[in-house]
């Protein structure tokens, strides 16, 4: 589905991956506030998809939702071709940033941790963006931007992620080989990492139960968990020429949580 409330064709265009729930979701609507149209990916639920784009609508900027699991790079290439068919109906070519939030969450442990999700969790979070990246990289603007995804359990440790902290870690080394191999083009790369977030990921376990709140909370030196509206305007920031000269960095966006 996409919207069109008559934004110009030279406006600014973000493909941004699990744009329908969550970070994701935040993310396209900041943007969109900002004047951004978006193509962004959902992976099964379409009615949350079409939600989002109604409500870009609203903030005045267009979007459009394409159906992607970054876990099955094999689709890349149809989805590249899919991606340009999209472009063409916001009037462009090639699109200006790239963010590569969609995720999706393991609770192993090292004792029980195994092969099957080791491997599916380094298909969406590490080979998933790297090859996206790599198919998109024509696609892409010279002087446009990039924002991974990390985690704060990139930078301190936690029962139950064992897998899912180390494959952010190398989101983030990753990201700083991006930004150099990408910096003859102009294209700035970057990596946000959240802390504890109140959303679905997870089962909803920050967001539903009490006790890991308030847990999060106590470790968190602004008092509570995050929400997804305190990462979505960080993303868009840093796509935005405010932050044109900030390149290679990792943010934390975690209201001081373990420090």
Known sequence: MATNNGNQANAKIAVVTGGSRG???DAVLRLAS???DSI???NANRAEADKVCALAAEAGARAIALQLDVGN????GDFAARLKEALAQLGAQRFDYLVNNAG???AATLAAGTEAELDAQFAVHFKGPFLLTQTLLPLINDGGRIVNISS????????GRAIY???KAAVEALTRYMALELGPRRIAVNV????AIATDFSGGMVRDNPQVNQAIAEHTALGRAGLPGDVGPVIAGLLSDEFGWVNAQRIEVAGGMHI
């Open 104 to 106: 999706t969450s393991s």
């Open 34 to 36: 900002r004047g951004v």
């Open 23 to 25: 970070i994701g979701r």
């Open 152 to 159: 704060g359990l990139a930078r301190f440790a936690f029962p």
């Open 40 to 42: 962004f990916t959902y």
């Open 165 to 167: 902290g180390p494959m």
């Open 73 to 76: 790079a094999g689709t890349f």
């Open 192 to 195: 946000v990492a959240p802390g």
